[in-house]
C-alpha cells in the first residue's frame, strides 16, 4: 500500500495558486456572480467585496468596517441582498450582536436595510437560501446560542419565523442545563429539504424537522464529545445519495490544541436512517501532533459539486478529500 504524502507548510500538491491578493484576516469567503465576499476576524475590518471575474486580477470594490468590539467574520449573498454576522467580542458589555442586512444592488456602495438585534454575544454563524436565514444568536433569556429561522421576504423587515434550542438551554423558562456555560450552543444550521442539520458544538450534531418551520422539532442527536475532546463545528448534507446511502459530513474544531489528545476529526455520518445518525469513517491528516499551535479539521466548502469535498484545517491547509467510497475518504 502507498504511503500517504506529507507537504511542508507552505507548499501545495495538485492545487495552483492562480491569482493573489492582501487582505485582513478573512473568515467565510462567498462567492456569487464574480464576486468575492470576504468576512474578517477584527475591526475595523468588516466585509470586503472583491471582483473575481478575472481570477488572475483580483480587484477591491468596497470594503464595510465595523465598531470596536465587534467581530463581524461571516457573509451570505443572494442576489442583491447581503447579510453580515455581528458578534460582540467576549468582555465587552456595550457593542450591540446581530444580524446586519445589506443592498448590494450598487456593489461599490452597499447600503444597510435592516438590522436584527440579538442578545448577548449575538450571531455567531448563519446559512442564508435567499428567502429564509438560519441563524445562531443569543437571545435574552437563553443559555448560548439557539436556532433561529428568519423570513426574508421582506429583507428590510426580517421576521422570526421559528426557534429551537436544547432542553436546558431556556433558562427563562425555568430549564437547567446539565453542562456548564455556554458549552451546549448553535454553531450554524444547514438545511436541505425540510431538515436542519445542526452543529452544537459541544453537543454534538442535531437533525431538526422543520416542515413546520413554526415548530422545529428533534428528529435525532448525535454527540462524541466526550470521549472526543473537539466540539462539532460544521454539518454538511450531501445533496445526492453515496452507494445508495444518505451521507453527513461533519468537522470538529481544534478550538484549543490538546496534547496528548487527536486533532479534531472530519467525520462521515451515514444518515439513511436519520433516527439513528451512524458515524462509518473519519479522515486524519499525517504530523498534526507536530505543530506547535492548532491543526485540525475545521470547515468544508459548503457548496458541493461532486464527490470531491475541499476542505481547510488550521495548520493543515486546504485539502481535497474524495468521498466516493463514504467508508474510506481518501486525499
Known amino acids: 500500500m502507498a504511503s500517504k504524502p506529507t507537504y511542508k507548510f507552505g507548499t501545495s500538491h495538485k492545487i495552483k495558486k492562480v491569482g493573489r491578493m492582501d487582505l485582513p484576516g478573512g473568515g467565510l469567503v462567498a462567492v456569487e456572480k464574480g464576486y468575492a465576499y470576504v468576512g474578517h476576524m477584527d475591526p475595523p475590518y468588516g466585509t470586503s467585496i472583491i471582483n473575481v471575474r478575472d481570477p488572475k486580477h483580483p480587484k477591491l470594490v468596497s470594503r464595510l468596517e465595523v465598531p470596536e468590539g465587534i467581530h463581524s467574520h461571516k457573509v451570505r449573498v443572494s442576489g442583491d441582498v447581503m447579510l453580515v454576522n455581528y458578534e460582540r467580542y467576549a468582555g465587552n458589555k456595550e457593542a450591540q450582536g446581530g444580524l446586519k442586512i445589506f443592498d448590494i444592488s450598487k456593489k461599490a456602495a452597499p447600503r444597510e436595510i435592516a438590522f436584527f438585534k440579538a442578545a448577548g454575544r449575538g450571531v455567531h454563524r448563519f446559512t442564508f437560501d435567499g428567502r429564509y436565514a438560519y441563524i445562531s444568536p443569543e437571545m435574552e433569556g437563553y443559555a448560548g446560542n439557539i436556532v433561529m429561522i428568519l423570513d426574508l421576504k421582506d429583507p428590510t423587515k426580517p421576521e422570526e419565523v421559528g426557534r429551537w434550542w436544547a432542553p436546558g438551554q431556556w433558562l427563562g423558562g425555568g430549564e437547567s442545563p446539565a453542562w456548564e456555560g455556554r458549552a451546549h450552543r448553535c454553531h450554524h444550521p444547514m438545511r436541505k429539504g425540510d431538515r436542519l442539520y445542526v452543529s452544537y458544538w459541544h453537543g454534538g450534531l442535531v437533525i431538526l424537522?422543520?416542515?413546520?418551520?413554526?415548530?422545529?422539532?428533534?428528529v435525532s442527536q448525535l454527540d462524541w464529545s466526550p470521549p472526543f475532546p473537539a466540539p462539532t463545528h460544521t454539518t454538511l448534507p450531501i445533496p445526492w445519495k453515496i452507494m445508495d446511502r444518505d451521507i453527513l459530513v461533519v468537522t470538529d474544531e481544534e478550538a484549543q490544541k490538546l496534547q496528548p489528545q487527536p486533532q479534531a476529526f472530519f467525520w462521515v455520518?451515514?444518515?439513511?436512517?436519520?433516527?439513528?445518525?451512524?458515524?462509518?469513517?473519519?479522515?486524519?491528516?499525517?504530523?498534526?501532533?507536530?505543530t506547535a499551535g492548532r491543526f485540525g479539521a475545521h470547515q468544508p466548502a459548503e457548496q458541493v459539486h461532486g464527490n470531491t469535498l475541499y476542505v481547510t484545517w488550521f495548520s493543515g491547509g486546504l485539502r481535497a478529500v474524495d468521498i466516493s467510497n463514504p467508508y474510506l475518504p481518501k486525499e
Open 209 to 218: 424537522d422543520i416542515s413546520d418551520m413554526s415548530r422545529p422539532k428533534m
Open 269 to 290: 455520518v451515514d444518515i439513511t436512517e436519520e433516527t439513528r445518525p451512524t458515524p462509518i469513517a473519519t479522515f486524519l491528516l499525517p504530523d498534526g501532533h507536530k
